[in-house]
């Protein structure tokens, strides 16, 4: 009976936080015209998803992929950055 009334109050008034379960990952930060690429393919892919059938929105989608290179690219530039 001790330990529910226990629990209870602890589940009310003890705050949670969230703990990734991958620590040593970083989240990539892109300048804003690779991010923005980024999403957009996301949003197309989305739209792709649903709907399999449209024809041009799967050109829009590889028209989109073809130019995120980008990223990897910057991120090459970031590593010869850091090396020279």
């Known amino acids: 009976m001790e330990d529910n009334v ?3 109050a602890i589940d009310l008034f003890v705050p949670y936080t969230f703990v990734s379960s991958q620590p ?9 015209y690779i991010g923005n690429l980024i999403n957009r393919k996301r949003t197309v892919w989305k739209y792709v998803k ?8 799967k050109i829009k989608y590889n028209r989109i992929s073809a130019e995120c290179p980008l990223a990897r690219r910057y ?8 090396i020279d």
Do not use: H
């Open 50 to 57: 649903r709907n399999p059938g449209n024809l041009n929105s």
């Open 6 to 8: 226990i629990n209870n």
């Open 75 to 82: 991120e090459c530039w970031l590593e010869s950055k850091i």
């Open 24 to 32: 040593g990952l970083k989240k990539r930060r892109y300048p804003r």
